[in-house]
């Protein structure tokens, strides 16, 4: 029963992802986005794929670094690949491919699978508050871009009418606020009860699990070479997105700022639970870049020539760092699985 809810489960999210890419692409002329992909200059987008293998040996190099407080040593090699498989599996297992690296890992190198997926965890945290640092500075950098955006095409005249009667976004407001005061106050009331509620626990565990991994990098050896690896990786993906600007005679001339732009909402698209960002991440970048006065058949067309490249390369890569895990893990004694429970005292990540 629970294989097939799974099956359920990621024929749907597949279903979501076909379904938003035919909305990013419902009303345009498919014969310019085709001219527009034809026409990129494929040695920028080359360029791009080289930096992102630079970005991928960092964040393996800085995933290395989280483990090694733990007690556990595993050889760079053994995390890059266990890596590389967790975000090949992401291309078709939503979400499935933090825990696949994790398990890679075990076999290859030993490190529980416990402790493998605290570290995971941490590395999530920094990236939603890098991600938010992001979003924050965006915003403060184009605000006039974004608020015309939103007024002219977004409401599209609605703006107006609030500006002079806003009572019904103040109505609105305030029964959300009723809303949430009305469901924070049922929590409280049944706190006790919620607490045997095997859903509520593993919830709450899993927000434990956060607030421990964000402070587990205060136990790292060198926060410098840390926070050096963090920055590196990030600028590598800003200049992913800023340099695929000049494949396009569209998208030449945009500045650094819309390369902000795009890393930033792309990131939220790729951080959806579909299937490799497939669907969020073509609406978003299209979304932006529109409102940078770039069309919807060049938006999208950079989508998916931006995308593609990337998930090209993932592969590539990740099909590779397979074949080398399972070579690795045959020729490995088998190591014994941690019992819940059993994790080893000195273990700094959980």
């Not at 941490?122 to 184009?142: A, K, P, Q, W």
């Not at 919620?194 to 136990?219: E, P």
């Not at 695929?244 to 902000?260: C, I, K, Q, V």
Request: hydrophobic share 55%; proline share 3%.
């Amino acid at each position: 029963m629970k294989q097939l809810l799974n099956v359920i489960k990621y024929t749907l999210l597949l279903a979501v992802s076909g379904l938003l890419m035919w909305y990013a692409l419902q009303g345009q002329d498919l014969s310019r986005i085709g001219g527009y992909v034809r026409g990129a200059n494929y040695w920028w987008l080359l360029l791009t794929m080289l930096l992102s293998v630079l970005g991928y040996f960092s964040r393996a190099y800085r995933w290395k670094m989280q483990i090694t407080p733990t007690g556990h040593r595993p050889r760079y090699w053994d995390v890059y690949h266990a890596m590389m498989v967790g975000y090949l599996a992401n291309l078709v297992l939503p979400r499935m491919g933090e825990v696949i690296r994790c398990s890679v890992l075990r076999r290859t190198s030993g490190v529980p699978v416990q402790v493998a997926l605290g570290t995971v965890v941490t590395e999530r945290v920094i990236d939603v508050l890098v991600l938010l640092s992001l979003l924050g500075g965006t915003l403060l950098l184009d605000f006039t871009t974004f608020w015309s955006f939103v007024t002219d095409k977004v409401l599209a005249g609605r703006y107006d009418a609030l500006s002079r009667n806003p009572a019904p976004l103040v109505l609105a407001l305030g029964i959300a606020t009723l809303l949430l005061l009305g469901l924070a106050y049922a929590v409280f009331r049944n706190l006790e009860r919620l607490r045997q509620n095997a859903l509520f626990n593993k919830t709450m565990s899993f927000v434990k699990g956060i607030i421990a991994g964000a402070f587990s990098v205060l136990k790292l050896e060198n926060k410098g070479l840390f926070l050096f690896h963090t920055f590196f990786t990030w600028a590598v993906y800003y200049l992913m997105d800023y340099l695929a600007f000049f494949a396009f005679p569209e998208t030449y001339d945009l500045g650094m700022r819309a390369g902000l732009a795009v890393l930033t909402f792309g990131a939220f698209g790729m951080a959806a639970p579909v299937a490799g960002g497939i669907g969020p991440f073509h609406i978003m970048v299209q979304g932006i870049l529109l409102a940078y006065g770039i069309s919807k058949e060049a938006g999208i067309a950079y989508a998916l020539v931006v995308h593609g490249s990337q998930t090209l390369l993932v592969v590539l890569m990740g099909g590779i760092s397979f074949a080398a895990s399972m070579l690795k893990s045959g020729k490995a004694a088998a190591f014994p699985e941690v019992a819940p429970g059993q994790l080893e005292p000195d273990a700094a990540l959980r």
